[in-house]
């Protein structure tokens, strides 16, 4: 009795050592974006994620989250990701692209100000295996920046013609 619960606390202990799990905080990105690369994972370890951010205005938002490898067998095993936050319905994946030497991870659209995280998952099968996650933000004008931007070349307009005739 007592070999068996040592070894079933082992067993616990070294399946809790084989994942990892990180929480990325990147603040308001609005005018910014940001790029930064993961923590390394050793092989065989199973990680999953989490990078936090807020949009403070209505955006453009592209996501791209990257691994190179010299070899296809190096390759994250179910590497994937997810998007939630703002008016999302819920969780949104990114869609996932695979060539011999890389693997991406992307999506872009229209995003609300609110708060977003973007959770990446997948299992590393080399020692030292990491990815690179980007975002891109541009602010999309509001409606009465467009008025303001027509009524400008109206005046201007207005001007040159009015110059014109003198």
Known sequence: MKFSTLAFA?????????????TYNLGDITATGAQQNSATFANGVSFSDTWNFTLSSYSDVSVLISANFSRPEFAF?????????????????LNLTAGNSFQILEGAGDAIAGNYSITVS????????L????????????????????????????????????
């Open 122 to 129: 997948g299992v590393s099968n080399r020692n030292n295996s």
């Open 77 to 93: 095993s179910n590497f994937q990701a997810t998007v939630s936050g703002g008016n999302l319905p819920g969780a949104v994946p």
């Open 10 to 22: 082992a067993v616990l202990a070294l399946a809790g050592g084989a994942a990892q799990a990180a």
């Open 131 to 166: 990815y690179t996650f980007g975002i891109d933000v541009t602010p999309v004008p509001e409606p009465s920046s467009y008025a303001l931007l027509m009524a400008g070349l109206g005046v201007v307009g207005f001007m040159a013609r009015r110059s014109r005739k003198v």
